[in-house]
């Protein structure tokens, strides 16, 4: 998917990762709850810049329509971290993202 090609790997490309949301998407993970692409990029440019290593990891994907649940990795530094994202998808472009961590 173009979820997986562009956070996948040790890729920090702030602008690729914004362009994947529609303007109004809503992002909610277990630290925060924010709107739009200025509040999803603000969000995103920091956890680029406080983790020198981030590398995001798809264990497997399940689509279903416009919806999809991705189980992942997560290295963040040392920190590794196992979650799911369940996906909105509206026009090609993430609608809503709501991250859980376990």
């Known amino acids: 998917t173009g979820y997986q090609r562009r956070v996948h790997g040790d890729g920090k490309k702030l602008d690729e990762v914004i362009e994947m949301f529609q303007p109004d998407a809503h992002l909610k993970d277990p630290g925060n ?37 991705i189980e992942f990795t997560l290295q963040l530094n040392e920190k590794l971290l196992q979650g799911t994202d369940v996906i909105e998808w509206s026009g090609g472009k993430i609608k809503a993202l709501r991250a859980y961590l376990y």
């Open 33 to 69: 709850d924010v709107n739009g692409h200025e509040q999803i990029k603000n969000l995103v440019s920091g956890l680029f810049s406080s983790h020198e290593k981030l590398e995001f990891k798809a264990r497997n994907i399940f689509v279903d329509g416009s919806a999809s649940v």
